[in-house]
């Protein structure tokens, strides 16, 4: 009897070990977004401005291009589309395609003063509201500086007061990206 | 003054003439002697030692009362004429009505001598069956919450927590990731027979690294051959739901027992008196369950207990950047409010722990016990989180599987006026960080191996006063498996210094292997005095040291459930406590006060301060920093009882903290507010054991903190303007009233009904609290009604 407690006690430790697979694997990082890229074609010139974030959330902040910011021309207006990247993959993951195809849970908020421009969203959802990925931005006036805050928020109440024209305040959601660029208009 | 010892002498040489001196022994039904039973005759009074022997002197001739008594047994109490020196042995019977008290005297002598304990019941625990552990041990003074929602709820002893409070549950140190703030004990209440708070970390036998106090639960245990079964029944209005919990427990003092505990809470969406806190429902399933085998001289005991808790974290909590933190801070409004759902959705906690041990215990003479005891945790911590991509949202964000083996050996032995007690213990672990979450984890998959040793002597001068001493040696050693960014390696400043810990290269990521030994010399040393008129004074100077923990080592990033970068910093060192502690007690007949001031200097403490913040693609984040420094903390807690009536008490519990951060010559952050808790009680046995409580909870606002507010830009009106974000301004302080009445219907001899009908915050009163981690969010709960019923059979 005692032996056989005394054994029990042996035994339990053994069959408990569950060995756990330790391997040492690194963590394949999913739904990062490194790359959020702005394109404003009009005036007969193309405008390209970008912030990439290569390690992720690391101590390294975003390199925005070009250096200073972008120009843009007194009262023209652009053809603006806005285009989200994981460069962390090779070849680079298209993440716009996700936003348009779950449209109806995303939109993309510009935010800038108007002395430097108004934007208009061109795009819809499902639903025929705008999703925020083409756009056009109408330059303000000469002279301005500032800065443009785009925003790309997910599972946001598309349909509170002011959303489907571009005010942020009611959206809600949680924010999948947001980067300042400055801009001035010349 | 020669006089006064002639006069002193003659005087006892008087009175003893007319004096006799009395022994015996006091043992139980089977004539095993019992051991500190309290042999009160005439004026005179004393405890038997550990062969249940006593010894009376001085006691007057003539008729003269005889009272004995013992925990868990019914007293004796009888007349007895006393001409000549007399033996009088008695023999004690077991009450099985006093089943928790049994607990009390079976391991009074396995914690500690000379630390202020503060104890509470199962009268008490049952009251909290629909809530947690933390809440119940709230109503111990000295200990505050620390909150994340209102299911995640962890204890604060004089402003310490989490590893600084260990919690021992059923003689297992629980190991459930207790590093975390928004990790709550992962423990059902209802498995609680009686739970102690030692304050201090005198209590060696559990460990050296109790640097804030140790919380202890014991199960109840029946010693007597019955089968007692439990059922309570919760409903609450608040959370639209409630729990049962249905014990059965067969009890015996010799051969087989065996117990079983089942447990399950279904809650919904709290509410505030303002709007609903969507997602903050709650479900528990939990089941634990023992067999004892007991003789005279051994027992054996095996046990198994299951933990499986889904938890909803508040939706208005996620937050994405500075911004939202910012704009939630200001609006005082949370950013969701959706209809009352029972649904959780993420982001939530799923938890589940497994403990299963064996125990055995063998006495090798009366005095002398051995007891070894292997146990097995299995904590599986799961996050979810809301993601980017809805194919992940089923997926955790963070799994943690974390195993602990542990093997404890204790010996103790009584010798004429000591008492000894030593041990070792011998501990693995293993934690892994599941990689298959897409998301880098902070913790890292680790192993950690630890051995101790302790021993503890107590020496009894008489029974009036005792002198305890203890030591304890620790080595632990922790080598953890880390995939490093070479940016934030880096950033860190870790290239020269830990060169060495890196073994391999994976695109941007360093693949380290750091490890780190520690060892830790424990001390304390007591004394404990009981004078006349039933006052007793306590003192207690302690030691410890605790280990940097996984998070404070080794996070390096965003901690997705608090929105905040954290750093943890490979260079922490060990923090040392040195804590002097003290407790009066003085009992008149209607009127009991307890005062327990205490002062705990801390070498290197380690916490958490914002140092600004790092800009991501999302947005800027605020970076908080694991730092150390030197720390005073300094309070009181006072606790009074008073019986105004045969109907009517009243009870009051203040307690006060103050936490100095030496080196900046701030205040520490996160330290409790001055509280001060009034209850009126109003009993009346005659109607069916009525009682009612009223309580009043008053919870200064916190004045002492330190500014750690940050600058940072955000867009108002279209412009990016600079902003002051306000994380340290304590939100306002509060008054609560709560009401509690309960009544007993007997059934019969064996089973009776007690019903309670309470409510919580009566006035539904709208506050914030300092320690709630979503103070910046929302606000606390509202009125609580809530129905017990529970049978006793």
Redesign the interface.
């Known amino acids: 009897m005692k032996n056989l407690k005394l054994i029990a006690l042996l035994v339990i430790p053994v069959i408990f070990s569950t060995s756990c697979s330790n391997d040492d694997a690194p963590v394949n990082e999913e739904e990062v977004i490194t790359t959020v890229r702005v394109t404003l074609v009009g005036g007969g010139q193309t405008i390209v401005l970008e912030s990439r974030d290569l390690d992720g959330d690391g101590p390294n902040a975003p390199v925005l291009t070009p250096v200073g910011g972008g120009i843009l021309v007194a009262g023209t207006t652009y053809t603006g589309s806005t285009e989200f990247l994981n460069e962390l993959e090779d070849p680079a993951e298209d993440i716009t395609v996700e936003v348009e195809e779950e449209g109806a849970d995303h939109q993309v908020f510009y935010q800038l003063p108007s002395s430097i421009g108004t934007v208009t969203y061109t795009d819809t959802d499902t639903n025929g509201k705008p999703i925020g990925l083409n756009f056009t931005l109408v330059a303000g006036t000469s002279g301005s500086t500032g800065t443009l805050t785009v925003t790309l928020r997910h599972d946001l109440n598309k349909s509170a007061a002011g959303v489907a024209s571009g005010d942020i305040t009611n959206a809600g959601g949680s924010t999948d990206a947001a980067v300042n660029f400055s801009v001035a208009v010349n | 003054m020669r006089f006064l010892s002639i006069l002193f002498f003659f005087l006892v040489g008087f009175f003893g003439y007319a004096q006799v001196t009395i022994t015996g022994v006091i043992s139980d039904e089977n004539g095993l002697p019992l051991t500190d039973a309290h042999v009160h005759i005439a004026n005179k009074t004393t405890s038997t030692d550990a062969n249940g022997t006593y010894v009376l002197s001085g006691i007057p001739k003539g008729k003269q009362k005889l009272y004995i008594s013992f925990i868990g047994y019914y007293a004796i109490e009888e007349t007895i004429e006393i001409s000549a020196d007399l033996t009088i042995n008695r023999q004690l019977k077991l009450d099985v009505t006093k089943l928790d008290d049994i607990t009390i005297q079976q391991l009074s002598n396995s914690k500690s001598e000379s630390s202020n304990e503060q104890v509470l019941k199962s009268a008490t625990i049952e009251k909290f069956s629909n809530q947690t552990l933390g809440e119940a041990l709230k109503e111990v003074s000295g200990v505050s919450i620390l909150k994340t929602g209102n299911t995640i709820v962890k204890p604060v002893i004089n402003g310490l927590h989490s590893n600084r409070v260990p919690i021992i549950n059923n003689n297992v140190r629980l190991e459930d990731q207790q590093w975390g703030t928004e990790h709550a004990p992962n423990f059902d209440i209802n498995a609680a027979g009686k739970i102690t708070v030692i304050k201090g970390a005198s209590a060696l036998q559990y460990g050296g690294d109790a640097i804030g106090g140790i919380v202890v639960i014991e199960p109840e245990v029946i010693k007597k051959d019955t089968l007692v079964g439990k059922t309570i029944l919760n409903l609450s209005s608040n959370g639209m739901g409630g729990s049962l919990s249905s014990s059965l427990q067969k009890g015996n003092r010799y051969g087989w027992s065996w117990n079983a505990l089942g447990t399950f809470k279904y809650l919904g969406d709290r509410e505030t008196p303002d709007y609903v806190l969507s997602n903050s429902g709650n479900r528990e399933q939990n089941f634990s369950g023992g067999i004892r085998f007991a003789k005279e001289k051994y027992n ?1 005991n095996a046990m198994y207990s299951f933990y499986n808790a889904q938890i909803g974290i508040i939706k208005a909590s ?1 937050i ?2 500075v ?2 933190l910012y704009n939630s801070i200001n609006n005082q409004q949370p ?2 409010i959706e209809p009352f759902t029972y649904s959780i959705d993420a982001p939530k906690q799923e938890v589940q722990h497994h403990l ?1 041990k ?1 125990n ?1 215990q063998r006495w090798l003479n009366e005095n002398t016990s051995i007891d ?1 005891q ?1 146990a ?1 945790q ?1 904590n599986n911590r799961l996050e979810f989180d ?5 194919e ?1 949202t089923n997926k955790a964000a963070l799994d943690l ?1 974390l ?1 602990t ?1 542990t093997f404890l050996a204790d010996y103790k032995t009584n010798i004429g006026n000591w008492r000894l007690k030593s041990g070792l213990n011998l501990g693995y672990q ?1 934690n ?1 960080a599941n ?1 298959k ?5 902070l913790i890292p ?1 680790y192993e950690k191996l630890d051995a101790g040793l302790y021993g503890i002597a107590v020496y009894k001068f008489d029974n009036a006063t005792s002198l305890e001493s203890g030591i304890r040696y620790d080595f632990s050693t922790i080598e953890a ?1 880390k ?1 490093y ?4 390696w880096t ?1 860190r400043g870790y290239d020269a210094e830990f060169s060495h810990f890196i073994v ?1 290269e ?4 360093w ?1 380290t292997k750091p490890t780190f030994d520690y060892h830790n010399i424990t001390a304390n040393i007591g004394f404990r005095k009981q004078f006349h008129h039933e006052m007793e004074w306590l003192v207690n100077m302690s030691l410890a040291s605790r280990n940097p923990n996984p998070s404070e080592l080794f996070s390096d ?2 901690h997705h459930s608090t929105g905040q ?1 954290e750093l943890g910093d490979l260079r922490l060192e060990k923090e040392q406590a040195y804590k002097f502690n003290t407790t009066f007690k003085k009992d008149w007949k209607s009127f009991q006060v307890q005062l327990n001031p205490f002062i705990n200097r801390i070498s290197n403490f380690i916490y958490l301060q914002p140092i600004g913040f ?6 800027a ?1 605020p970076v908080w920093e694991f730092k150390q420094t030197e720390a005073l903390l300094t309070g009181f807690d006072v606790n009074t009882k008073w019986s105004i009536s045969n109907h009517f008490s009243h009870e009051l519990g203040m307690a006060y903290v103050n936490g100095q951060n030496l080196s900046t010559n701030e205040y520490l952050i996160d330290m409790p507010p001055f509280v001060i808790n009034n209850k009126i009680q109003y009993k009346n046995e005659s109607w069916f054991n009525f009682v009612s409580e009223l309580k009043s909870e008053v919870v200064f606002r916190q004045n002492q903190f330190p500014n750690y507010n940050f600058e940072t ?1 955000i ?1 108002v009106d ?3 303007t600079p902003v002051l974000v306000d994380i340290s301004s304590p939100p306002k302080g509060y008054h609560l009233l709560h009401l509690y009445s309960e009544m007993t219907f007997k059934i019969n001899k064996k089973n009776s009904l007690t019903t309670s009908f309470s409510v919580q915050n009566i006035m539904n009163t709208t506050y914030r609290d300092y320690l709630n981690r979503q103070r910046f969010f929302v606000d606390e709960m509202g009125r609580n009604v809530q129905i017990q019923l529970k049978f006793n059979y």
């Open positions: 054996f996620h994405g950047n911004n939202d950013s969701v299963a064996v055995y070894f292997y097995f299995f809301v993601r980017r991509n809805d992940n599987q195993a083996h293993n892994f990689p979450t897409g998301v880098r984890p998959s498996t995939y960014l070479k940016s934030r950033e391999g994976e695109g941007n990521q693949l990033g965003l970068i790092e800009t991501t693609i999302r947005g984040f830009n867009v279209d412009e990016l």
